[in-house]
């Protein structure tokens, strides 16, 4: 399962009741680092709305890599200002970790010389998740709620006897 | 007029054999392209290049007929050797600041070193527009500094 979050709007990067428009390097610096591998696009990633956009996506998909994107059509001040931030003039952009990769040519290149794997972070299954998950712990306990406050009479009467780690 | 086509009769060919599938007749400047002539001169002024192709690909977007506003470049230059792609890239983008921040909205950039060049002497292919140009603002600017 590929994951991707897309944001259309910075918007939940201001604080709550704040009167000003934080500074735009500040926004800009937040927004490539607000995943792991971030791909500022046109359009989404469900509905690109440049060959190029459409393109980079499909390569990510096909090499099972997880990103999240921000559509630069619904922000012209980001649009106009990653360019400058970044000192590149073109979208699409994709940034790893906050540093800049390239665009579609580069993600290409490493893509054929099998180099994007490593540069940017694999989509995790839910298989492996859940995977993970039960192997965190020798015991681990899936319930409703957490051990101070279970919500449910079952798991009540189990909490007292038992030492274990819970996923809820 | 065709190129002439060097052959090697070495078993280890360090020249290019260039099959005509490849051959891609020389682009002279045209008075009437003046972004292309433009592109092609800084290109090969700064990178001195082993083979430069410029190819304008306005055609394939939704963009006026004679347009110069998208560009595929392939630059092949020894200035690239040891240079990660970003760079190489970074350096082609610098060549052109003002070609991009005036008249052409896209770049496609392929920057080779002659080694790899003579493995793999191929032009990439760019997508297909979905009409992202059209109403965009940004595009249009660029578009009537180019008729400016």
């Known amino acids: 399962m590929l994951w991707f979050l897309t944001l259309h709007s910075p918007s939940y990067l201001l604080p709550a009741g704040a009167a000003e428009v934080p500074d735009l390097n500040e926004r800009l610096k937040k927004l490539i680092n607000a995943g792991p591998c971030m791909l500022f696009m046109k359009g989404s990633p469900q509905e690109p709305r440049c060959g190029f956009s459409r393109q980079i996506v499909g390569l990510l998909k096909e090499h099972n890599i997880q990103f999240s994107s921000f559509d630069i059509l619904s922000d012209e001040e980001v649009r106009q200002g990653l360019k400058t931030f970044s000192n590149w003039p ?3 952009q994709l ?3 906050g540093e800049l990769v390239g665009g579609l040519d580069i993600v290409k290149e490493l893509a054929e010389s099998g180099e994007l794997e490593n540069t940017c ?14 192997n965190q712990s020798p015991v681990m306990l899936f319930m409703k709620g957490n051990k101070e406050a279970a919500r449910c009479g079952f798991r009540r009467l189990t909490i007292p006897h038992v030492v274990y780690w819970c996923f809820y | 007029m065709l190129p002439s086509v060097s052959r090697c009769t070495r078993p280890i060919c360090l020249s290019v054999v260039r099959p005509l599938a490849h051959f891609r007749p020389p682009m002279d400047p045209d008075p009437n392209r003046p972004v292309e002539t433009t ?6 002024e700064k990178f ?10 306005s055609h394939m977007h939704a963009v006026p007929p004679g347009s110069e506003s998208h560009f595929r470049v392939l630059v092949v230059s020894t200035q690239f050797v040891g240079l990660p792609l970003i760079q190489r890239h970074r350096l082609v983008n610098e060549a052109l600041k003002e070609e991009l921040s005036s008249r052409v909205h896209a770049l496609a950039i392929q ?10 002497p191929a032009l990439g292919k760019s997508p297909s527009c979905m009409g992202g140009s059209k109403n965009d603002r940004t595009v249009e600017e660029k578009l009537k500094a180019g008729r400016e």
């Open chain 1, 90 to 92: 073109t979208y699409p």
């Open chain 1, 95 to 97: 940034y790893v970790n």
């Open chain 1, 121 to 134: 972070p694999k989509a995790v299954s839910l298989e492996q998740r859940l995977k993970s998950a039960i």
């Open chain 2, 39 to 44: 592109i092609r001169t800084k290109l090969t």
């Open chain 2, 48 to 57: 001195k290049p082993d083979h430069l192709e410029v190819h304008n690909e």
């Open chain 2, 111 to 120: 920057a080779k070193t002659p080694e790899q060049w003579g493995v793999d």
